[in-house]
């Protein structure tokens, strides 16, 4: 079948599916769809309302890029020639804004560690007591998974939980005040969109991003990604023509001299939803967090995004593929094979051997935001490799299987970052022999919560919060196996780096003991491991106010359910606003505070240690294959609406659709 018959045919068919609607959030008349609704009038629940109300214009990062434009351009190269940097410290910059970062942190780390209660304990006169000393103070990360739109609002939960500029987060029960102690936050495809939406929006809270202006597009997920956003005259019309522009600002690229791929197209997609700009700011770069206020004075966490190295020609990512990191400074890997780090600013240069030779041209541009976060979130592959546990008729699947193979035979599927920056650089790795940098999603090797650039033993984290809304199981919720892969990998002599990790057990016991249902802490005797590794606080996905385990191909979600799942993220992170146990802020707290307690030689208070009775994972097992599908019961009232995005077939036609357009434009 050839492809334009194909896309009529599918186009055809998802007209006569149909969907329904709900009332819009934009409705004066259903402004309560707004709401985070309250379960009954106790103050902790009442604080769930955190997420209530409407925000005006967001800022934005910064449009540096010189073109003006998607496309890279070439400029004139600093005095200093951007070089590779070794991978044997951390770069200078980021040592220099830690200074400012750790110091910032002090303060809302005293008031957040006071409010969540640690009784028996003083948290002011020992944070004090250690201000001077940044090896001794609590250091933290979070980690956001993978998941398509499901990790995106499902994170958002956590994130805006753990924000204290959410209404009434800091109120009994609540957590908020973590995010501004926080020195590090990771995304990975799903929840890289929600890191890179956060960063590019000039750290716009999940509040003010989810409410958004008027005359907003960011996070209207009910405007499929597929569709486009909202626009004058008849939609038909709009949606070609957000075809049509995305089509001609990648032809800007191409026409430049540079490759382009799918992830092009779909970072282009990515950024009508996720940056609130004109046509999702093709101008705004990654780099450019970097020159934002609040970023440069240390006011704000450092951001990471991750994605996977692939060879071209292959489709299958394995645990030993070479794992990169984006950041604002630089982007590169830890991974023996490559050891090393370019400038985030300066990717698309020629570099060679290390350096951008004087016969060399320096680029910028080419880190145009939504191409990286796309990198990250290459879901093409993700769709290749899902297809079979997808509830789609057998001809759709069929018909999608054949798409989805001829992207990845042609190598349309992955971020072709041409030229290589690492090429010649170590050349004891085949990537150096390459032209061309495959890059893909950063969980088709399994680890699909972010905690790679996490427990690089020169960052010296403590306590990671992973929040994982990975689609495991049958029905899509997680099982633990984001973290099973990175235990592994970190058990590998050849490409561990040093790096150390807390046991974890098997998936069966995740499901078995319900690990996946609930938080649990992994790591927590740091005298059974074999070096300086973190507190793993697991914060799964779990049904409290609705079922949050949406497909990873469901395209679009209209805002009450958008809402419904970010609340219940929100109550993921809170266990309930505090209901299901008054003492979890208090846990979260000991987390926090274990490896700084260790390091000072402070005597665990009474608190902490019945905390990690009830939350540490004591090293019990049980593999056996567990009986049926697994389905979590629900942990608090479930609020009703009508409408859902399905996990049938009309989703699955509309990603159809969308491929075939993108193909088409590749």
């Known amino acids: 079948m050839k492809v334009t018959s194909l896309l009529t045919s599918v186009a055809t068919f998802s007209l006569c599916e149909g969907k329904s609607e709900l009332p819009s959030i934009n409705n004066p008349a259903n402004k309560s769809a707004s709401l985070v609704v309250p379960r009954d009038a106790s103050p902790e629940v009442l604080a769930a309302e955190a997420l209530s109300i409407p925000e005006s214009t967001l800022k934005r990062a910064l449009p540096n890029n010189p073109s003006g434009g998607y496309a890279p351009a070439v400029v004139d190269c600093p005095s200093d020639r951007p070089t590779i940097r070794s991978a044997a410290t951390l770069s200078p ?33 020992y944070i004090n007591g250690i201000r001077n000393n940044a090896t001794a103070l609590p250091n933290i990360g979070i980690a956001v998974s993978g998941g398509g739109y499901r990790a995106l609002m499902n994170g958002a939960g956590f994130v805006a939980a753990a924000d204290d500029r959410t209404d009434n987060s800091t109120n009994t029960g609540q957590i908020g005040g973590l995010l501004q102690a926080t020195t590090y936050l990771a995304g990975l495809s799903g929840g890289g969109w929600l890191v890179g939406s956060i960063y590019t929006n000039n750290f716009s809270s999940v509040q003010d991003l989810r409410d958004g202006s008027e005359d907003s597009n960011v996070w209207r997920f009910d405007n499929s990604i597929f569709e486009g956003p909202d626009g004058d005259g008849i939609q038909l019309l709009s949606t070609a023509d957000y075809y049509s522009t995305i089509r ?118 080419f880190d145009q935001s939504g191409f990286v976060m796309g990198t990250s979130s290459s879901l093409f592959n993700q769709f290749i490799l899902q297809i079979n546990n997808t509830a789609i008729p057998d001809f759709l699947r069929n018909i999608f299987t054949n798409i989805l193979t001829d992207l990845g035979e042609d190598n349309d599927d992955i971020a072709q970052w041409k030229p290589n920056p690492f090429y010649a650089y170590n050349n004891a790795s085949s990537i150096a022999t390459s032209l061309e940098l495959s890059l893909v999603d950063g969980g088709e090797d399994l680890q699909n919560i972010p905690l790679y650039p ?3 033993p020169v960052r010296a984290v403590d306590v990671i919060f992973a929040v994982d809304s990975s689609a495991d199981t049958t029905y899509s919720w997680p099982n633990g196996t984001a973290l099973v892969a990175t235990y592994e990998r970190s058990l590998n002599a050849t490409i561990e780096n040093g790096t150390a990790f807390p046991s974890i057990p098997d998936v069966n016991t995740f499901v078995n003991l319900g690990l996946n ?27 409290y106010v609705t079922l949050s385990n949406v497909s990873t191909f469901d ?42 307690l260790e390091r000072t030689g402070t005597a665990v208070p009474s608190v902490c240690g019945q905390c990690f009775e009830r939350y540490c994972w004591n090293g019990t097992t049980d593999s056996r294959v567990p009986g049926g599908d697994y389905e979590p019961a629900f942990k608090s009232e479930e609020i009703p609406f009508s409408g859902a995005s399905s996990i049938g077939a009309g989703a699955g036609v509309l990603v159809a659709a969308a491929l075939v357009s993108m193909a088409l434009m590749v």
């Not at 990512?317 to 604002?328: A, G, K, R």
């Not at 249902?517 to 697991?538: D, E």
């Not at 146990?581 to 274990?594: F, G, I």
Request: hydrophobic share 35%; glycine share 8%; proline share 7%.
């Open 93 to 125: 910059s980021e040592v220099s804004w830690l200074e400012l970062r750790r110091n910032n942190t002090i303060e809302p780390m005293i008031s957040w560690l006071t409010r969540m209660n640690v009784t028996d304990f003083d948290a002011s006169s």
């Open 555 to 596: 395209p679009d979600y209209n805002n009450t359910q958008r809402n419904l799942i970010i609340q219940n993220g929100y109550e993921v992170a809170t266990l309930g606003n505090g209901t299901l146990d008054a003492q979890w802020p208090a846990c979260m707290a000991c987390a926090v505070l274990s490896r700084s």
């Open 248 to 365: 001609d600002e990648v032809e800007t690229k191409s026409n430049a001299g540079y490759n382009t791929s799918i992830t092009d197209y779909w970072g282009r997609a990515l950024s009508y939803q996720l940056v609130n700009a004109t046509n999702g700011g093709p101008a705004y770069t990654f780099s450019s967090i970097a020159l934002t206020d609040n970023f440069r004075d240390g006011s704000i966490p450092f951001p990471f995004l991750v994605a996977d190295g692939r060879a071209p020609g292959t489709k299958i990512i394995s645990l030993n593929s070479t794992v990169f990191e984006f950041n604002p400074f630089e982007m590169g890997s830890w991974d023996p094979v490559i050891y090393g780090f370019a400038p985030t600013e300066y990717l698309g240069s020629n570099f060679s051997a290390g350096v951008v030779p004087s016969s060399g041209s320096c680029v910028r541009g």
């Open 517 to 543: 249902n609930r938080p649990t802490f992994f790591g927590c005797n740091s005298s059974n491991m074999t070096g300086p590794a973190p507190l793993v606080v697991y914060i799964p996905n779990s049904p």
């Open 454 to 456: 996490l427990i690089q």
